[in-house]
């Protein structure tokens, strides 16, 4: 205890000072992200509020952030929209509909830690996570662009003129702030000073630009950052009929966000663990989220994951420890309690300049130098995943690189089967098998071998051969019933025990094939590699 009060105060000063950057960038986010999902923005801001306390005391990654995310409100919206068509008109039954689908995901997650998924996402290859990391920095480049806009008569235009300028002109001064000030001390939050620095600017000289709280004005929300705590919603219990059909109805929602959220807080906790040389627990992460994303659903909020963009703003600001994410949390809540007035002050081109220097951080520059060193496929992951992000969503882009890359590194190793051959002295013809088989192999396996012209009697040797999946078993079965039709001897080698139970199983009368009085240690069977 004594060594881990320690460890929390060496870093003190880092974690406060980046909690409170964070907790300033969350405030346009959680509502940005509120209206994209059709919600008012306390829904946002509550989701942030919980999710970011809860897991930054539970979760397995000390210094990652979780709050309300893009990557789930855009397939909120059509839950919210069908929800509020199937109750009363006016019961705003779409908003406990969300809660519920919260609720029910963050179940989800939660069976997933429980049953030990998580490490799963250590089979994620490299050139996913790099197009993954690009994806992202991309998205929130291009979430940006729209605080380059003003309402005008009812809609959104390009800034002109002199507004242009001024706005690009205050983001360009924080992100210098954010560039300069670690070089001349790196002990300054720099992401504070400049967001404190710029509002100071920006109320003093009377500036006429966009605040955080003309943001909230000009996207349809009355009630601004006010509110008070959150309380439980036990409406949920009453407007929303509790039976098959409304579990029907959310299911499948659930499941599609305790997907996105697992897989974008997972892959933040690997990208966080590279910048930081240290481990998170991913199945912990797994049951936090989901605890979360329950109590989230119950209090009124939205849900949330992982906040890529919020995470490496705590990182590079020196968050290490779960006091940076506590101090996130009950920061944004104070500002919803006590100081709404101050923050709706704050201009949003200070919050564009340090997202941008996010972004900056973010994407995996490497790429570009490495794009001609790599194999093509890999080159090609990459760019789909990166792509497929911006276009799509993160789920999808993750489990189409995950699908390219395992075709790929089937149809490598289907390559490599081989077999030498050779006669004993008798006439026996020898079969030295090489390289794994499994599904991919099988057909060039079969192809290896000449049964008709074949002398009465062969050995198939698989010292320097592993068979991997019943497919492969069942390809060695049929070839052996093939010789035998043919009244052929076949004998088979350094099979182990495990895949010699299975071939027998499968037909007994090949038990007098195989040369069990071998043991080899070179060979094991997938199902012995993969326990």
Known sequence: MREFIAKQKAN??????????????????????AFVAGVPPMVG??????????????????????????????????LVARGNDMGAEGANAGLYYLFATVILMGIIQVIVGALKLGKFVRLIPHPVMMGFVNGLAIVIFLSQLGMFTQRVAGEKVWLEG?????????????????YFLPKINKKIPSGLVAIVAVSALAIFSGLDVATVGSFIRDSGGTEGLQGGLPSFQSEIFTIIPLNWETLGFIFPYALILAAIGLIESLMTLNLIDELTESRGNSNRECLAQGGANIVTGFFGGMGGCAMIGQS???????????????????????????????????????????????????????????????????????IAVSALTVIYDLAAAVLVGIVLSALVFSWE????IRARKHFLNDGTKVYEIWGPLFFGSISAFKSKFDPAGDPDKIIIDFMESRVSDHSALEALFTLVEKYQSLGKVVQIRHLSKECQQLMIKASPKLAATIEENVDDPRYHVMAQVMS
């Open 162 to 178: 002199s507004a242009l300028y001024l706005m690009v002109g205050l983001v360009a001064l924080t992100m210098a702030l954010m």
């Open 12 to 33: 003190l000063g880092n974690d406060v000072f980046s909690g409170l950057t964070v907790a300033l960038a969350l405030v346009p986010e959680a509502v940005a992200f």
């Open 413 to 416: 190793n289907a390559k490599r």
């Open 312 to 382: 490496i703003i705590n990182i590079k600001g020196g968050g290490r420890t779960r006091i940076s994410g506590i101090v996130a949390a009950l920061a944004l809540l104070s500002f919803i309690l006590f100081a709404a007035p101050l923050i709706e002050q704050v201009p949003i081109a200070a919050l564009v300049g340090v997202m941008f220097m996010v972004v900056i951080g973010t994407f995996a520059w490497s790429s570009f130098r490495i794009l001609a060193k790599i194999p093509i496929s890999d080159a090609i992951v990459l």
């Open 45 to 78: 801001l509550y989701a942030a509020f919980m999710v970011g306390l809860i897991t930054a005391v539970f979760g397995g990654r000390p210094g990652m952030i979780s709050g309300a995310t893009g990557a789930l409100a855009v397939v909120m919206v059509d």
